[in-house]
């Protein structure tokens, strides 16, 4: 399992991911690696994050690069038609069409994959307006448009209870990055499924995407816990 978000503030985006996966069924007992990586960068200007089958998703991601490197598609409304149609037809062939009319409910038993894609339309006119998408291969990867400014995919019950409260569309990214390492940091206490390293992409309108130093996550996290501290001092009659 995991945890993977999108924010979009007043200067930028943010991605932010966990780095574990569980292997075997998690109604039982399950093996833990936390070296996956769950970011990509897809363009400048573009990037995405992975929750469910990893190895699927990166079988189909080495193609998706490709594909959009060869094509010079750079806003996000053309890579995401990229990914959909792709991912769509790989899965149809790898799995079969799913069954949407059936006489009563019938469960989707074809591997889980979810993407959350950021970055901006516009490029070429210099407008940069920035978008997030959620595709899920339960839907055949139609694209869910964002329309909150957060994205939240994996196991985002704790986060989205975090986000309601401390998320603003006014934040920079500087804000943004603490608040998502938060996010999935403070997931990670309840819920051992979401753990190991943290990893974080920005994506400015000028500068494009970069990966956030792992020292940098390290110094943020510190400094969360010391606001932690600060709050249950507080609460202890500090």
Not at 46 to 59: F, R
Request: proline content about 5%; some cysteine.
């Amino acid at each position: 399992m995991t945890l993977i978000a999108a924010l979009q503030g007043q200067d930028g985006l943010v991605l932010a991911s966990d780095s574990r996966a569980t292997i075997g069924d998690p109604r039982g007992l399950t093996a833990i690696r936390d070296v996956h990586k769950k970011l990509f960068k897809l363009t400048k200007y573009s990037g995405i994050a992975i929750s469910g089958a990893s190895e699927l998703a990166n079988t189909l991601l080495d193609e998706l690069k490709k594909i959009i490197s060869e094509s010079g598609v750079e806003n996000i409304d053309d890579i995401m038609n990229k990914i959909y149609e792709f991912s769509k037809k790989k899965y149809t062939n790898w799995f079969g069409a799913r069954h949407w009319v059936t006489p009563g409910p019938v469960l989707d038993q074809r591997p889980s994959l979810i993407f959350i894609l950021a970055g901006y339309n516009g490029i070429s006119e210099n407008k940069f307006e920035p978008c997030i998408y959620l595709i899920n291969s339960a839907l055949e990867f139609a694209p869910q448009r964002c329309t909150s400014g957060h994205m939240l995919a994996g196991i985002p019950q704790y986060a989205t209870y975090l986000i309601n409260r401390l998320y603003n569309p006014q934040m920079k990214i500087a804000h943004l990055q603490d608040l998502a390492t938060y996010l999935i940091s403070e997931t990670a206490t309840q819920d051992p499924k979401v753990g190991g390293p943290i990893n974080i992409a920005i994506i400015r309108p000028k500068d494009g995407y970069e990966d956030l130093d792992k020292e940098v996550i390290v110094k943020i996290i510190n400094k969360n816990e010391g606001q932690n501290r600060k709050i249950r001092e507080f609460f202890f009659g500090g």
